[in-house]
């Protein structure tokens, strides 16, 4: 048979890698769990980020420096606090949803939540980050600088986690791949 052949002659549930990879078929079932697996090595690393964040921020509120913030540094350590906690959460959520769906063959639709609990989780954390920065440059400065060094780390932020990974899909890719979420 000729090439355009044998790509005719593939079964349609097979699907072909997008461009910077070496072309590979899969199923879908096989496509659902190399996304999987993509994102549970993803979501490590900041899972264990935010999880030490986090009770880094818990244990603010018991040493004798808390009692001495203002009100409104106050409100800037509960906000600061309910993010982390609200990205702890979404971040560590598809590992709870992957159990609790196991079995029910449905990976590939996990695997589109999974990605987007992935994303608000990392925009939580990078709320929390901001906040965290803002409540101890403002303790620790007491500068009006503080709201420009603070905006210039998230610039440096959504620069390097999502400028640059959206420049790099825009330049590299030849053949897009469907969204994982």
């Known amino acids: 048979m000729a090439g355009s052949e044998v790509a005719e002659a593939r079964p349609a549930t097979r699907q072909a890698k997008g461009a910077g990879e070496a072309q590979r078929e899969e199923s879908e079932a096989e496509r659902a769990d190399r996304r999987w697996n993509e994102l549970m090595q993803e979501i490590r690393v900041a899972q264990t980020g935010v999880q030490i964040l986090f009770g880094f921020l818990l244990s603010v509120a018991f040493t004798p420096a808390f009692g001495h913030l203002s ?107 469907a969204p994982a979420g």
């Open 71 to 177: 009100h409104a540094n106050r409100c800037i350590y509960i906000t600061t606090v309910v993010l982390g906690a609200t990205a702890t959460g979404a971040l560590i959520a598809p590992v709870p949803f992957h159990r609790l769906i196991s079995g029910r063959s449905i990976k590939a639709q996990a695997v589109r939540w999974a990605a987007r609990l992935i994303f608000l989780g990392l925009a939580l954390l990078v709320a929390t980050l901001t906040s965290a920065l803002f409540l101890i440059l403002r303790v620790a400065t007491h500068d009006g600088f503080v709201p420009w060094l603070v905006g210039t780390v998230v610039a440096w932020y959504l620069a390097c986690w999502v400028a640059l990974p959206l420049w790099a899909r825009h330049r590299y890719t030849t053949v897009p791949e």
